[in-house]
């Protein structure tokens, strides 16, 4: 059985399988991109910390996603998206 940091392995469960649904798909609307950036950068680290297994064939991979996440959480979603929208409608 793994060990996750923290959390109880069937919580840890059940919040990793709805972060890998939901957090996603707001990342493809756009919608509150550098928030759930955030959740999903920490969900990554987690994965990585929790599983070393996985440290020999998808460490490289973790470590790419993780660069990927973290330019969402730092520059946000650009022009196409829901945030730029909202923040436009709201602003003018």
Excluded: C
């Excluded at 707001?26 to 969900?43: D, E, K, Q, S």
């Excluded at 945030?83 to 409608?89: A, C, M, Q, V």
Aim: no cysteine.
């Amino acid at each position: 059985m793994h060990q996750v940091p923290f959390l109880p392995w069937e919580l840890a469960a059940y919040l990793g399988t709805a972060a890998e649904l939901i957090l996603p798909v707001f990342l493809v609307l756009g919608l509150l991109t550098r928030p759930m950036a955030a959740i999903l950068f920490v969900f990554n680290i987690m994965a990585v910390v929790s599983y070393p297994v996985i440290w020999e064939g998808g460490f490289f991979d973790h470590q790419f996603w993780g660069a990927l996440i973290l330019m969402n959480v730092m520059w946000g979603a650009g022009n196409i998206s829901l945030d730029y929208l909202l923040k436009k409608k709201v602003g003018g």
